[in-house]
Each structure stands twice: as C-alpha cells, then as structure tokens.
C-alpha cells in the first residue's frame, strides 16, 4: 500500500511538473481592462476567461508551440503564437473591431437602398411603391436630393450636370442605353423592372475609382442573386399586359418576364397636347439565369426591347406641327461572376455587350443609326485585415457608332466613329479605428478617339463625432468624353473634367436618419460649338467651364407614427456653366435653385391598403426671351406636382393597384419656344412647353401564383 502511495505522488508530482501556467492581462488600448474575454489555446480545451480586473491564468499540459488566442464582442480576434514557456505575464490589448455596429460609414456623396447597406436610406419596396414615380426607379430616385425635376425628359439630372453625365451599372457593368427610346418633351423612363435588383447605390458625387466617364453621378443596380421561391407574376394596368415567371433547380434559377405596352386606348379616353398618330407601343422582355458555384455565383441577363411611335409635335415656327416617327431596338446582355478565391481573396469580372438601332422620321429626312457597345471588366478584392482591403482591376470600353442621314433635297450624309478605352484602378480602404476611416483611390483611363490619357485621384474621409453621427470629407477628379451628338462631327477635343469637393453630416437612429451634404463642383473643358446643334460645318473647341454648388438634406422618420413613413428632401443649387453654344456663363435651363420631395406611405391595416403620396416641387427655370437682351435671364413658374396611389389586398395574392400623377391638376411649363422672327409688333411670339397631358392615371390588377400564398406583387408597385 504504501509503495503505491509513493507511486501515485510521484506521477502527481510529474504530472503537476508537466504543466505551464498561462497568465497575463487583457485591456483595451487605453489600458481598461476588458473583463469575460475568451482566452484558449487553439485546437485544445485548456482556456479561461478574464477577470473583472482584466487578469487570466490557467494551466495546460500542451508543450511546445502553441497558439493562444482571445476574443471579445466588438473587438478584433487576437492570436500568439509562441512556446507555452513564454506564456506568462502576458499584456494583451484588444483592438476595436471596426466593423462592428455602430463603426464609421464610408458614404459622402452616396444614397444607398437595400443590399445591407449600414448607410441604406431607401428600401427596394420604397423604390418602387413611391407614388408618382410609376414604378420606374429612376422616378424613385428624384425624390432624393441632389436631383432636379425635369419632368419633361425623365432622366436623373444630377447637382447642376446634365442627364448625360450619370451613368447607369447594372453588376458592375456599364448599361449604355439605360432609358426607353422617345421624343423631345416626352419623359422617358428606365428599361429595367425595378423587381429584378436586390439594392442600388445612387452616387450625387465622389464616387469610386471603380467608375469613370461620369461628371456627375452613377447609380449602380444589384440584380438578385438568388430568388426565394418559384412563381408566376401576372399584371393587368389600363396601359398594358405582363407576366413573369421564375424556376428553380439545385445550383440554377431563371427568372423571365415579359411586358407589352400600347398606349392608344389611353390616349382616345384622355385628351393629349399631342397629335399622335401611331400612339406609344412598346414590347419588352427579360431573362435571368443564375449557376450557384460552390465559391461564387454565376450570372446572365439578357433584354430586348422594342418601341414604336408617331406623333406631331407641335412647333410654332411650323404651323401645320412637325411630323417625327421613332422606331428603336435596342439589346442588352449582361455575365456576370463573383466569387471567393481563398486566403480572404475574392474576383468580381464580366462583360455587357448593347446594340441599340433607332429609324427616325422627321419630316422628309431620314435617319438610322448603329451604336454597339460592350465593356470587359475584372476586379481583385483582398482583405488583409479588418481595417485594411485593397481593391484594383482593369477595365475595356469598346464603341463603334454608325449614322446615315438621308434628306430627299439635300441627299445622305453618313457619320461614324469609334469609341475605345482602356482603364486601370485601385482603392484602399482604412478603418484606423471604429470613429475613423479612409479611402483612397485612383484611376488611369486612355482614349483611343480623343488620344488622351487621364489620371484621376478620389479620396474620402469619414470621422464618427457621437455614437448616432458622423461627418464624412470626399474629393474626386473625373473626366468623360463628350457627348456622341459631338464625337460623330469632331473627335479631336478634350475629355471634360469635373472635381468634386463635398461635405457630409449624418444622423441614424432607431428608424431615422437626418443627412446633409454641402458641395462644390467645378467643371473644365466643356464642349463647345458655334452653332444652334452640333453640325458638321460647326466650330468645336473645349473651352467651355463652370461651377455647381449647393446643399443637399434628407430627413426620413420610420418610428414616430405606426404603419406611417415618411421622408423629405430638400436641394439648394447655384450653378453656372458656358458650354454647347452658349455665349456666357449662365445657368441652364434643366437647373432650379429648390428642389423640394416630400414622400409619405401609411399602411391601413383594416382596410387591407398600402396608401402613398408625394409631392413635388421646384423653382422656376431659367429660359431665353428673345424680346429681351438677357440669355436665360428669365424663369418659368414654380413646378408643383401631387401625386397619390392606393394598393388594395383583394387578397393576400390579388392586388388592386390605382395611381394619379398631379392630383390637384397644377398647370406646369418646362420651358418655352420662341418664333424665329419678330410679328408685325416687333416682339418673337412664345409657346409654352407643357406636359402631353396634365395627369397620368394607372389602374392595374396584379396576381401571384405560387406555393408560398402570403407573396405578392407589392414590390413592383
């Protein structure tokens, strides 16, 4: 007995012997100490947790090299790896995990809806249930700041630049004919069904160094990645006819959806300040296939739309009207892949290839053109750490325009050229701790028509000042070639060049966000001509320039009244520019000093109803009265729109959808056209520009089929 006494102490006294003490202290880099960490050995049970004083010590019979590692909500994971012997007395300071809730965001100049995004300020469902905007995203996002009402072109007019410089992407790729074909003071809208994206990023300014050949803005569309069910839309509006459908298998899911739209019976039911003869008809359709890799997501999007349409637009230097007729194809195919490629790499690459062919009538002329376009692009992300990622690819623009023009007295004309492009990038993104951040960028681009080579450096910084508020700093350079109404007549002009320089404040809690953003934009070598359009004998040069400036507020309340939202936007503008063939510095007619949205959606739960309205306004723009000596030295009255839509559940599948543009019936004008010589009085006669028709009515019935009964088509309203 006793020998074996003796035995078991001497094994205790070995066993004890074979054992290392593992202590030391946690505290946050200030030195307060962190008390309940986690801390173990990696692939062992051996561990402990630290005390309120921030102090461990645990003992291990692990030898050797080993790897101890502690963790804390909020904090970064913290490793060492080192013998167990040199464990001891150990001064750990946990870093803060600055991707954690509430860390600084990285958003100046950017609006975000859906996708997860920390600085979202929209819903996908807002975009599309906002009354007035039709269901048209873009319609959606003029009701955010930054924009200006020009209800008569239908395009985002961005911070005092024209509608062609913003830039639509859909994946990261380039859309080059993002808007339905139509005629001058006719509003036109987006190609896309707003049900196909998951979210969106709408940029009023210093943007990315991803994005180029945009002097003002680019608004960047997330198709869905995967779909949650199978099931098939069908729609009924007073306009038109629609049905999709989607299917899914193991790894692969296709959504189509087609729409026909015919708007003759509207047009014989509503007077029209337009003579059409063949009214507005357009068909549409769309597909979506998606491959689940087991590292990535495979996707392929394919569109084609047709429009046709004649009319007589009134003119009052042709008293009979001018006769235009359009007929527009246009195709866009879109891959897509992103995926992960190990060691916290990660590639996003595709390509988007669009031919858009119009055949325009006006009068006894004759034109038809030819614009294909494709974009190749790759891009490498690597995450080195929380606080540091890297990003950078290259990117191929490809563009060959053809025209001919041919007129019975003066014979054809034909134009073409090509428009290629090569760009590089890259960006860094810095979280020095949960208040601050910064990102870095740059972008190289080569034109090949113009023969210019172009470096743009962007930059934003964003400080966190409270718990529920920041303010963010950006700054950008950004070039583009001019527009194609110029390329087909000169190509050896400059890029136009636009910096940016904003500053942003924003406020989020629980259900609201205040955001304000103050900015100034200067704009250098515009195109210029000495012509009324661009023509083939006109003098170009790039000696155009110009400024923008402004405030831009958005306010949006979720909480403070149940089943009620509501969000108002508010744009200050000053801008001025001498470009196209303007004799002096002056501020354009698409720009209006105030803008003002203001957006509210109540869900009336006993009446089963999603009820919305917005309403709208803006000053007055300035436009040119020959009988005075001022250019654009006048303004038009103030714009002001109500509109409303009610969306009945006849059941939870079955929608009643009704929608009135301009409710109170507001008597707007755009613009006027001025006679081109003076009446016997010695004064230029006017028309005023003015919608086709004061309202716009939709009444539709939309129906769902599909295994899960509670879903339904409220998203595309």
Same mark, same amino acid.
């Not at 084609?304 to 009052?316: R, V």
């Not at 060049?497 to 809690?509: D, G, R």
């Given at each position: 007995?006793?020998?074996?006494?003796?035995?078991?102490?001497?094994?205790?006294?070995?066993?004890?012997?074979?054992?290392?003490?593992?202590?030391?202290?946690?505290?946050?880099?200030?030195?307060?100490?962190?008390?309940?960490?986690?801390?173990?050995?990696?692939?062992?049970?051996?561990?402990?947790?630290?005390?309120?004083?921030?102090?461990?010590?645990?003992?291990?019979?692990?030898?050797?090299?080993?790897?101890?590692?502690?963790?804390?909500?909020?904090?970064?994971?913290?490793?060492?790896?080192?013998?167990?012997?040199?464990?001891?007395?150990?001064?750990?300071?946990?870093?803060?995990?600055?991707?954690?809730?509430?860390?600084?965001?990285?958003?100046?100049?950017?609006?975000?809806?859906?996708?997860?995004?920390?600085?979202?300020?929209?819903?996908?469902?807002?975009?599309?249930?906002?009354?007035?905007?039709?269901?048209?995203?873009?319609?959606?996002?003029?009701?955010?700041?930054?924009?200006?009402?020009?209800?008569?072109?239908?395009?985002?007019?961005?911070?005092?630049?024209?509608?062609?410089?913003?830039?639509?992407?859909?994946?990261?790729?380039?859309?080059?004919?993002?808007?339905?074909?139509?005629?001058?003071?006719?509003?036109?809208?987006?190609?896309?069904?707003?049900?196909?994206?998951?979210?969106?990023?709408?940029?009023?300014?210093?943007?990315?160094?991803?994005?180029?050949?945009?002097?003002?803005?680019?608004?960047?569309?997330?198709?869905?990645?995967?779909?949650?069910?199978?099931?098939?839309?069908?729609?009924?509006?007073?306009?038109?006819?629609?049905?999709?459908?989607?299917?899914?298998?193991?790894?692969?899911?296709?959504?189509?959806?087609?729409?026909?739209?015919?708007?003759?019976?509207?047009?014989?039911?509503?007077?029209?300040?337009?003579?059409?003869?063949?009214?507005?008809?357009?068909?549409?359709?769309?597909?979506?296939?998606?491959?689940?890799?087991?590292?990535?997501?495979?996707?392929?999007?394919?569109?084609?739309?047709?429009?046709?349409?004649?009319?007589?637009?009134?003119?009052?230097?042709?008293?009979?009207?001018?006769?235009?007729?359009?007929?527009?194809?246009?195709?866009?195919?879109?891959?897509?892949?992103?995926?992960? &490629? %190990? /060691?916290?790499?990660?590639? #996003?690459?595709?390509? $988007? @290839?669009? *031919?858009?062919?119009?055949?325009? !009538?006006?009068?006894?002329?004759?034109?038809?053109?030819?614009?294909?376009?494709?974009?190749?692009?790759?891009?490498?992300?690597?995450?080195?750490?929380?606080?540091?990622?890297?990003?950078?690819?290259?990117?191929?623009? &490809? %563009? /060959?325009?053809?025209?001919? #023009?041919?007129?019975? $007295? @003066?014979? *054809?004309?034909?134009?073409?050229? !090509?428009?290629?492009?090569?760009?590089?990038?890259?960006?860094?993104?810095?979280?020095?701790?949960?208040?601050?951040?910064?990102?870095?960028?740059?972008?190289?681009?080569?034109?090949?028509?113009?023969?210019?080579?172009?470096?743009?450096?962007?930059?934003?910084? #964003?400080?966190?000042?409270?718990?529920?508020?920041?303010?963010?700093?950006?700054?950008?350079?950004?070039?583009?070639?001019?527009?194609?109404?110029?390329?087909?007549?000169?190509?050896?002009?400059?890029?136009?060049?636009?910096?940016?320089?904003?500053?942003?404040?924003?406020?989020?809690?629980?259900?609201?966000?205040?955001?304000?953003?103050?900015?100034?934009?200067?704009?250098?070598?515009?195109?210029?001509?000495?012509?009324?359009?661009?023509?083939?004998?006109?003098?170009?040069?790039?000696?155009?320039?110009?400024?923008?400036?402004?405030?831009?507020?958005?306010?949006?309340?979720?909480?403070?009244?149940?089943?009620?939202?509501?969000?108002?936007?508010?744009?200050?503008?000053?801008?001025?520019?001498?470009?196209?063939?303007?004799?002096?510095?002056?501020?354009?007619?698409?720009?209006?000093?105030?803008?003002?949205?203001?957006?509210?959606?109540?869900?009336?739960?006993?009446?089963?109803?999603?009820?919305?309205?917005?309403?709208?306004?803006?000053?007055?723009?300035?436009?040119?009265?020959?009988?005075?000596?001022?250019?654009?030295?006048?303004?038009?009255?103030?714009?002001?729109?109500?509109?409303?839509?009610?969306?009945?559940?006849?059941?939870?599948?079955?929608?009643?959808?009704?929608?009135?543009?301009?409710?109170?019936?507001?008597?707007?004008?755009?613009?006027?056209?001025?006679?081109?010589?003076?009446?016997?009085?010695?004064?230029?006669?006017?028309?005023?520009?003015?919608?086709?028709?004061?309202?716009?009515?939709?009444?539709?019935?939309?129906?769902?089929?599909?295994?899960?009964?509670?879903?339904?088509?409220?998203?595309?309203?």
């Amino acid at each position: 007995m006793k020998s074996l006494l003796i035995t078991i102490f001497l094994l205790s006294a070995a066993f004890l012997n074979a054992q290392n003490t593992i202590s030391g202290v946690v505290t946050e880099p200030s030195g307060v100490p962190i008390p309940g960490a986690n801390i173990y050995l990696e692939g062992t049970y051996d561990g402990a947790s630290s005390a309120d004083d921030g102090t461990f010590s645990f003992t291990t019979t692990e030898t050797g090299g080993q790897t101890l590692v502690v963790s804390f909500l909020s904090f970064e994971t913290f490793t060492l790896s080192m013998d167990v012997t040199e464990m001891k007395g150990l001064k750990i300071k946990l870093k803060e995990d600055v991707n954690s809730l509430g860390s600084v965001i990285l958003n100046a100049g950017t609006f975000s809806a859906g996708d997860n995004s920390k600085a979202s300020v929209l819903t996908p469902l807002d975009i599309v249930t906002t009354a007035g905007a039709a269901g048209d995203y873009i319609g959606a996002f003029q009701t955010l700041p930054g924009t200006s009402t020009v209800a008569e072109d239908g395009r985002l007019f961005v911070r005092g630049g024209d509608a062609n410089e913003a830039n639509v992407y859909i994946d990261g790729l380039r859309v080059f004919q993002p808007f339905a074909a139509t005629a001058n003071n006719i509003p036109t809208r987006g190609r896309f069904s707003p049900f196909l994206f998951k979210g969106t990023n709408f940029s009023t300014g210093g943007y990315s160094a991803e994005y180029g050949d945009a002097l003002s803005s680019v608004l960047l569309l997330n198709t869905i990645d995967e779909p949650e069910q199978e099931k098939t839309d069908l729609s009924f509006i007073s306009v038109g006819l629609g049905i999709g459908n989607t299917q899914k298998w193991k790894n692969n899911s296709l959504s189509i959806n087609a729409f026909y739209l015919n708007l003759k019976p509207y047009q014989e039911i509503i007077s029209q300040r337009v003579d059409w003869i063949k009214p507005f008809e357009s068909l549409s359709g769309e597909a979506v296939y998606r491959h689940q890799f087991d590292n990535g997501l495979f996707k392929l999007y394919g569109g084609l739309n047709y429009t046709d349409f004649e009319l007589i637009q009134e003119d009052i230097n042709v008293p009979e009207g001018i006769n235009f007729g359009l007929k527009n194809r246009n195709l866009y195919i879109n891959a897509s892949y992103k995926g992960e &490629l %190990g /060691n916290d790499w990660r590639l #996003a690459t595709g390509a $988007s @290839f669009a *031919n858009d062919h119009n055949d325009i !009538k006006i009068e006894e002329t004759n034109v038809d053109n030819d614009d294909n376009a494709a974009h190749l692009k790759i891009k490498l992300r690597k995450r080195f750490s929380n606080r540091f990622k890297l990003s950078f690819g290259a990117e191929q623009f &490809l %563009g /060959n325009f053809k025209e001919e #023009a041919s007129i019975i $007295s @003066f014979g *054809n004309f034909q134009s073409s050229f !090509k428009n290629n492009s090569t760009a590089a990038f890259s960006e860094a993104n810095i979280f020095f701790n949960k208040k601050l951040a910064m990102q870095l960028g740059i972008r190289a681009t080569h034109n090949t028509l113009l023969d210019f080579t172009k470096v743009s450096p962007r930059a934003s910084l #964003a400080y966190k000042i409270a718990e529920k508020s920041q303010v963010s700093l950006a700054y950008g350079d950004f070039y583009q070639a001019p527009q194609q109404d110029i390329l087909k007549y000169n190509s050896s002009l400059d890029p136009e060049k636009s910096s940016h320089y904003i500053l942003n404040y924003l406020y989020q809690n629980n259900g609201r966000t205040l955001r304000a953003e103050a900015y100034y934009k200067s704009y250098d070598r515009l195109a210029k001509f000495d012509t009324a359009m661009p023509e083939f004998g006109s003098n170009y040069n790039s000696s155009g320039d110009g400024y923008a400036a402004g405030l831009d507020v958005y306010w949006r309340d979720n909480k403070s009244i149940k089943n009620f939202e509501y969000w108002t936007s508010y744009s200050y503008l000053d801008t001025e520019r001498d470009y196209r063939n303007y004799p002096e510095r002056a501020t354009p007619n698409f720009a209006t000093s105030h803008n003002l949205s203001v957006v509210g959606k109540y869900w009336a739960k006993d009446w089963k109803s999603l009820i919305s309205a917005t309403y709208n306004f803006a000053s007055g723009r300035p436009y040119t009265d020959p009988n005075t000596a001022n250019f654009l030295g006048e303004k038009t009255r103030t714009f002001n729109s109500l509109n409303m839509s009610w969306a009945y559940l006849i059941s939870q599948q079955k929608i009643l959808f009704v929608s009135v543009s301009n409710v109170l019936g507001f008597d707007n004008v755009f613009n006027y056209q001025y006679a081109n010589t003076p009446n016997v009085n010695g004064n230029f006669a006017r028309r005023a520009i003015r919608p086709t028709a004061d309202r716009f009515f939709i009444i539709g019935f939309f129906w769902t089929i599909s295994d899960n009964k509670t879903d339904n088509q409220l998203d595309n309203l």
